[in-house]
């Protein structure tokens, strides 16, 4: 009977101890959970991180305007107050830098919707519909190079000396889009039938739907015409 009764102590601050772990360990989890809510920020539109007034719908439709767009890694949204009422009372404007361009104009109403956006004298988004994308008049860096290559192999084929051309790297070159063209610019140095070394400068103009070249000028002659 004694020894019963010294287990009985035991069990009981046993079944104290576990009582306590669960508590333990059922308050920390809450914590934890509460701590987890407090670190993780409420999910808001690319537009309302910039553009704090506006509200979470607000910000989402104009993130819709400018995905529709093409305008996509989005790096900064400011306001500039000398584009403000550009085009009618109450409208304000902000220059939007992303990855494939660091100057679209973006105009809101007053009630913050878009009303306009920009890039290059060329209208994106007006009247409440989508009429470009930003592709339309930039290059991505592929884009880029293959068009340089394409040029240099033409280039190169009306060359006295083609193998000791030499071009420069494709930050030198330019590469521009309108509505309907694309028009590569460049330079090349190369032996003349002398073996005198001489730089050339040349422009290529393709046409947007077709890829073809329309125009091919090779130091101011032109080579290719349609």
Same mark, same amino acid.
């Given at each position: ?33 509460? !701590?987890?809510?407090?670190? !993780? ?5 690319? !537009? ?48 939007i830098m992303c ?26 988004? !007006? ?33 006295k000396s083609p ?64």
């Open positions: 009977m004694k020894r019963k009764g010294c287990l009985i102590p035991l069990i009981a601050i046993l079944i104290i101890i576990i009582v306590l772990i669960v508590i333990m360990v059922t308050v920390g989890t809450q914590n934890n959970t509460v !701590s987890n809510k407090k670190d !993780s920020p409420d999910s808001t539109s690319i !537009s309302k991180e910039y553009i704090k007034s506006l509200t979470e719908e607000q910000g989402k439709e104009i993130d819709t305007v400018l995905s529709k767009c093409g305008i996509e890694n989005i790096s900064s949204i400011e306001h500039d107050k000398l584009l403000d009422n550009a085009h009618k009372k109450d409208e304000t404007g902000y220059r990855d494939r361009a660091d100057n679209v104009i973006l105009y809101l109403d007053k009630k913050m919707k878009v009303y306009l956006l920009i890039y290059a004298d060329n209208k994106l988004y !007006s009247k409440g519909k989508v009429k470009y994308t930003l592709q339309d008049f930039t290059f991505s860096t592929k884009e880029a190079s293959d068009y340089m290559i394409s040029c240099q192999d033409k280039v190169k084929a009306i060359l193998k000791s051309a030499d071009f420069p790297n494709i930050t030198e070159w330019s590469f521009s889009k309108t509505k309907k063209k694309i028009i590569v610019q460049g330079y090349v140095d190369a032996e003349n039938s002398f073996g005198a070394e001489l730089r050339s400068e040349f422009q290529f103009t393709f046409d947007k739907k077709t890829n073809s070249i329309q125009s091919f000028i090779f130091d101011g002659q032109e080579q290719i015409k349609n």
